[in-house]
């Protein structure tokens, strides 16, 4: 990581700089017909206007491309972030807690008197006593809490994004349904070494122990916002190595799971309004929901402060613009001060002020647009990389810009 921040990245913007030269070089002839139509000057004018100094026009170039490289990956980097957390595939619109429990009555009752509410499924967590496995007897991990989430397979799969990482989502879910068989979560492969097929087990209410086929390796942006929240993972000790995905059934059976305590739903797009979200929320906790959080809700206060962020990096992108710009213009005086004979020449045969200040806009023309296509590739690059960063770094998937054009 240190690598590519303190040497992969200063590198990168170097070899996009380091194109300018013979980009301009390249693109004179047809730029300096171009430009002299534009601007009125006859093109053979310009036709060494670039290739004469090539290195100070690169220069420039380079120095213009550092506000705009920065400019490009910011806005690349927010949009990319808002299209992978905002916008993700399933994500419950809303999870509620109730400390005393949530019964298929209650869930008719909270559908009867809030109409837009569609599609419900309970969940609930407690903490069980993982045993030592022959793929993994470190003393570390003998006998660790971890923490085991109770579902409604069937319901939870409709309404939460499950990213399966081995295993196959048909035959898992049906064996998750059909009992003794569980999900473990990308966190607890890596710390146990345990895959789909393996055995672990678990110790029930009773003392006795459990053996459960793993039928799955998952990963949920649903999941995680919902044990982030209720403090799922700060509830256990330091020991808990993240979490299992077992059925409701199950957890009854051999852990007496008494009555579910957190529901979540989804509701009809007309009421998916922020606005009408936050009044939801408020009415759920009059009615004796200890804790309730609209994911709308959530993803529009993450939209506003990444937007918020961006407009403030952004800012910084353009002064950094505007620095380089004074650096150009001195660069531009420079070059003229070169040119004072040539210009004097041009002067003596006729050509006046007007056209010699269109001839130096002419070139600082090509310099910009140069700039400005090479600074926007290298910022979508940076911006690409980053989206790997994520992946490497956290875990966390998100989508380039170009996967939403």
Request: glycine share 8%; aromatic share 8%; hydrophobic share 50%.
């Amino acid at each position: 990581f240190f690598t590519y921040l303190f040497a992969g990245s200063p590198l990168i913007f170097a070899g996009w700089a380091l194109l300018a030269p013979a980009l301009l070089v390249l693109l004179e002839p047809s730029a300096a017909w171009i430009l002299g139509k534009i601007f009125f000057v006859r093109p053979m004018l310009l036709r060494t206007a670039w290739s004469r100094t090539p290195w100070r026009a690169g220069a420039m170039i380079a120095a213009l491309m550092i506000g705009v490289t920065l400019f490009v990956t910011v806005r690349a980097r927010t949009h990319s972030l808002l299209t992978s957390w905002v916008s993700p595939a399933r994500l419950p619109d809303l999870a509620a807690k109730s400390f005393t429990g949530i019964t298929e009555r209650r869930v008719a009752e909270v559908r009867h008197d809030h109409p837009e509410i569609g599609d419900v499924t309970l969940l609930d967590y407690f903490p069980v006593r993982l045993r030592a496995t022959p793929r993994n007897t470190n003393t570390v991990f003998s006998e660790p809490n971890t923490t085991f989430i109770a579902i409604q397979p069937a319901s939870f799969a409709k309404m939460v994004e499950i990213e399966y990482v081995e295993g196959d989502p048909k035959t898992a879910l049906r064996q998750l349904e059909d009992g003794r068989h569980v999900y473990v979560s990308k966190e607890f492969h890596y710390a146990h070494n345990l895959g789909v097929g393996d055995t672990l087990t678990l110790t029930a209410s009773d003392g006795r122990p459990i053996d459960f086929k793993i039928a799955a390796v998952v990963t949920s942006t649903g999941v995680e916002m919902v044990k982030n929240y209720f403090n799922l993972r700060g509830t256990f000790t330091e020991k808990s190595v993240s979490s299992v995905l077992g059925s409701v059934s199950d957890a009854r059976k051999y852990f007496h799971l008494d009555q579910l305590t957190i529901m979540l739903a989804d509701v009809k797009p007309a009421a998916a309004s922020p606005a009408a979200m936050a009044g939801l929320h408020r009415q759920l906790i009059n009615e004796g929901f200890i804790e309730s959080v609209s994911s709308v809700e959530l993803k529009a206060g993450i939209a506003r402060v990444l937007k918020r962020v961006t407009d403030a990096l952004s800012l910084i992108g353009l002064g950094a613009l505007c620095v380089a710009s004074l650096g150009v213009a001195n660069m531009v005086i420079a070059s003229v001060h070169a040119k004072r004979f040539e210009f004097g020449v041009l002067r003596a045969i006729g050509a006046g002020r007007a056209q010699l200040v269109r001839m130096v806009i002419a070139e600082v023309s090509l310099v910009g647009i140069v700039a400005g296509v090479l600074g926007a590739a290298a910022g979508l690059q940076f911006a690409y990389m980053a989206s790997l960063v994520d992946q490497l770094l956290i875990g966390f998937q998100s989508n380039f810009l170009s996967d939403h054009l």
